[in-house]
Nanobody, 130 residues
Framework: EVQLVESGGGLVQAGGSLRLSCATSGFTFDDYAIGWFRQAPGKEREGVSCIRSSDGSTSYADSVKGRFSISSDNAKNTVYLQMNSLKPEDTAVYYC???????????????????????WGQGTLVTVSS
């Protein structure tokens, strides 16, 4: 069974940093992409960043470019989101989600549009105070 578990959220002052972790299990696929998404109160969910396993390609939303960095540690089966220079507008629940399958599956790319049928973690709250 594929599972994702996020951790690392918390309260931080503007300008500070946090590192989120997305621990994965059950990934026995040729290719997959892990995406970080966030949803602030009253707002739609938005894609933040993504990393693809087969070629290491990454993507970032314009709002986080230069401040956030995504990486993966295959030995620990974990994807990280390093968030620097945090702003109050980064406050949200952050989720990781995955698309996976055989190499060549069209949805496995960065960024990808996640839906309710994809595997999601439970989310971790990031609060940035001004």
């Amino acid at each position: 069974e594929v599972q994702l578990v996020e951790s690392g959220g918390g309260l931080v002052q503007a300008g500070g940093s946090l590192r989120l972790s997305c621990a994965t299990s059950g990934f026995t696929f040729d290719d997959y992409a892990i995406g970080w998404f966030r949803q602030a109160p009253g707002k739609e969910r938005e894609g933040v960043s993504c990393i693809r396993s087969s070629d290491g390609s990454t993507s970032y939303a314009d709002s986080v470019k230069g401040r956030f960095s995504i990486s993966s540690d295959n030995a620990k089966n974990t994807v990280y989101l390093q968030m620097n220079s945090l702003k109050p507008e980064d406050t949200a629940v952050y989720y990781c989600a995955a698309v996976y399958g055989s190499i060549g599956y069209a949805r496995i790319r960065c960024p990808f549009r996640a839906n309710g049928l994809d595997v999601w973690g439970q989310g971790t709250l990031v609060t940035v105070s001004s």
